[in-house]
Each structure stands twice: as C-alpha cells, then as structure tokens.
C-alpha cells in the first residue's frame, strides 16, 4: 500500500505539472452550467475485496463562482449508486489559481467492500448544511473480486507507470517473486469493445518483465475519448492453481494536457 500512495502522490503532481503548461492558452475559457467539470474518465477499476486504494478526481472551477467543494463545508463524498465502494477518506488537493479558473484534484480513500461488478457516473457530495451535489465523472465499470489465498507470487516491478499519454498501449511491470515460472493468462478490461493483446508472457523465478501491451480500441467512438483511467485485473497461473493480480491504475491523457485538449473536455458539458 505505500507504493501505491506513493504512485497516488505522482499522479496528482504530474496533473498540475501539466496544468501551468497550458495556462497561457487557456484564459478565455467559457465554463457552463454550475461552473465545476470533473474530467469524465472511461475507466475499468479492478480491485481485491476489502483493500483499499486512492482514486484521484481532478476538475476545474470557474474562478469567479463561490467554491463550495471545501474540506469543512463537506460531510461525506461516495460514489452514486455504488454498493461495492465506501470512500472512507477525502481529502481537497488545491492547484493553481489563475485569472478565469482553479485546478484542484478531489482525493477518495475507497474501500471495497463486497465482489460484484458496476457501472458508476456520478460522484455525490453531501454538504454539512444536507445539500447534496451530484458530479459526473466518467463511465466507470468497477469490478470487485473475492480476496484470494495469493501469496504474492507475482508483484509490480521497477519500472512501474502510472500515467501515459495516449490510450494505445498497456505498459506493465511485473515481478516474479516465486521459485516456479508464472504464466500470465489474461488482462482484462472491462469496458465494453476494449481488448488487450496478452500473449505469450511467461515469468522465470525472481524474473522481473516490463511489457508494453498493444490496446485494441473496437468501436471507432472511443478514438474521441482522451482520458482513461485503467487498473486491469491480471489472471496467471503458477504450476496447475489460477491467481488474480491488480496493479497500480494507470492514468491515460493528463500527461498530454494541452490548450485543444482541455477545451475539448470542457465542451463536453456537464459541469
């Protein structure tokens, strides 16, 4: 868990690393509606029942709006209509301000609770008055699957990625920390139309892969989509007994973050 909170910590720095280098191109923008956009990620989220992980939201606000999204004005943040998800923890990660708008990154320590999948859109926030404000984020499919007896045979490597540019390829690193060859069996998505090319990936003893993993996007309406947020569910083999693994999430567009990019996000409404 500490390298994933690690790896957690990078993502939202390298976000608003990203953010000051297109401010000088995006001070005319117009914001619509209630003057916050979360950025709309399609993501596929795997995740162990009863672990817990860090998913990061970043949005923008309108400078000139009253900022209700503060620490002390929130009682509780929670995905809508989730029942696999408890967000035990939030936490307000402020960027930069500038003249028509502020970047700012919402934090949910989320545990997951109960096996099963979901698609989920919104996030709720129910403020310390009873208000509650629904946010959309995305399309998110979350898949939860029962704790197993793994040992942790197969581990993240070294050269672990956790943002890239452009939603084409799957980088991934992986260690083998058994004595016996693991055989990596599927990575799977869950987003309907999205396939990952495995192939043939098998790990000798102690042997660290760093594999780079070719995305087939199969409905043309996904060349639009910039921002993914994917966590794969990695299923293997060791000796004749299946595992499952979950690496680290990897953040798709916010390394590329630019003028075009931006303004192509915030057109798309639902603030």
């Not at 860090?54 to 004005?73: A, E, H, Q, R, T």
């Not at 998800?85 to 930069?96: A, I, R, S, Y």
């Not at 798709?252 to 973050?257: E, V």
Request: hydrophobic fraction near 40%; include cysteine.
């Amino acid at each position: 868990m500490k390298k994933f909170r690690t790896l957690s910590i990078c993502v939202v720095t390298i976000f608003l690393i990203g953010l000051l280098l297109v401010i000088l191109f995006f001070q005319r923008t117009n914001f619509k509606g209630n003057g916050y956009h979360f950025i709309q990620f399609n993501s596929s989220f795997a995740a162990e029942q009863h672990s817990n992980y860090v998913i990061d939201l970043p949005y923008f606000i309108k400078s000139s709006n009253k900022d209700i999204l503060l620490k002390d004005n929130i009682l509780n943040i929670r995905f809508k209509n989730s029942s696999l998800t408890e967000v035990e923890k939030f936490d307000l990660k402020f960027g930069d301000k500038l003249r028509n708008y502020v970047t700012k990154t919402v934090s949910l320590t989320t545990k997951f609770i109960k096996s099963g999948k979901e698609n989920i859109k919104y996030i709720e926030v129910t403020l310390k008055d009873g208000k509650k404000i629904n946010f959309y984020i995305g399309n998110w499919y979350f898949e939860v699957i029962e704790k197993s007896d793994e040992k942790g045979y197969l581990d993240i490597g070294k050269s672990v990625s956790v943002m890239a540019n452009y939603f084409t390829d799957l980088p991934m690193s992986l260690h083998n920390n058994s004595k016996y060859d693991i055989k990596i069996r599927n990575i799977k998505t869950n987003i309907p139309d999205i396939k990952v090319e495995t192939g043939s990936v098998i790990l000798k003893p102690g042997e660290y892969v760093d594999k780079v993993l070719k995305i087939n996007r199969l409905n043309n309406l996904y060349d639009k989509q910039v921002f993914w947020l994917i966590r794969p569910l990695i299923t293997y083999t060791l000796g004749e007994k299946e595992y499952n693994f979950v690496p680290p999430a990897i953040y798709y567009g916010i390394l590329g973050l630019n003028d075009n990019r931006i303004q192509e996000e915030l057109n798309k409404g639902d603030f």
